[in-house]
């Protein structure tokens, strides 16, 4: 069963990654997405998605400007979220997990760019000589198995053997550090929520961040009462508008 599992989250871990799979859809790159997936193939649905939204609020701003990353989503929410769940881990220390991980995936990230330009160029090569058919088989295949061995096989791996060094390692961890772990998990997601106020921290925009807050509050309102409202909001605002405009 552990091998089946470990096949899975390398799948994933690949798809997450190879170009292929983001024109299906955008959402391999979102922690709720890709770490729900990740608890649903380790048999811990619940402990994933919570885990994963832990992860997904503290990289809630995150943003590549000018083809920097600040942190690979993609190793934070499939790696982070499979290792909490692998260690019995509280789902708060998720972020802890995931921001060490994000940041070494930023160098995986660059190397498999770096890798991916190889294929480009003998494409251009296959394309002077016009070799369609190569073309296409080096657009598709060299990336699939770049993604395999940078993404893939450190996924799978980290399942088999990761599961009693994890749970091992964890239990060797004082309860002092452990608390203080859980502690900077909690106050990660703030960090996520401060990154995206700085983008929509404007005059038109920051009342309704506000409205959303004292309504979770004071109300007691539900996320999917807050989504409902707001999806309302928005609607009416952009027809207002649009009629504005038309005026």
């Known amino acids: 069963m552990i091998y089946l599992q470990a096949l899975l989250i390398a799948l994933l871990a690949i798809g997450s990654q190879w170009w292929f799979c983001h024109l299906v859809t955008r959402t391999w790159l979102y922690p709720i997405w890709s770490g729900f997936l990740t608890g ?125 060094w994890a749970e091992s390692a964890l239990s060797a961890v004082p309860q002092w550090l452990i608390d203080a772990l859980n502690l900077v998990g909690s106050i990660m997601p703030a960090l996520g929520i401060a990154m995206l106020l700085n983008y929509i921290g404007k005059k038109k925009l920051i009342a309704f961040f506000f409205v959303g807050y004292f309504a979770t509050v004071y109300l007691g309102l539900d996320t999917m009462s807050l989504f409902v409202f707001g999806t309302c909001i928005a609607v009416i605002m952009y027809f207002f508008g649009a009629g504005k405009e038309e005026a």
Not at 127 to 149: C, D, H, Q, W
Not at 154 to 163: C, H, S, T
Request: proline share 4%.
């Open 40 to 164: 649903v193939i380790l048999g811990e649905p619940l402990v994933g998605m919570q885990a994963a939204a832990y992860i997904q609020l503290t990289y809630l701003g995150w943003i590549t400007a000018g083809g920097s990353m600040p942190g690979n989503l993609m190793v934070a929410g499939i790696f982070g979220t499979a290792l909490t769940v692998l260690s019995g881990a509280d789902p708060t220390m998720a972020t802890t997990f995931a921001v060490t991980l994000s940041l070494v995936g930023i160098l995986i990230n660059q190397a498999y760019m770096t890798i991916n330009a190889l294929w480009v160029h003998q494409a251009d090569k296959f394309l002077e000589k016009g070799n369609i058919k190569m073309v296409r088989l080096m657009n598709y295949l060299p990336s699939f198995l770049t993604a395999a061995v940078l993404y893939g096989i450190p996924a799978f791996l980290m399942v088999v053997l990761g599961a009693s």
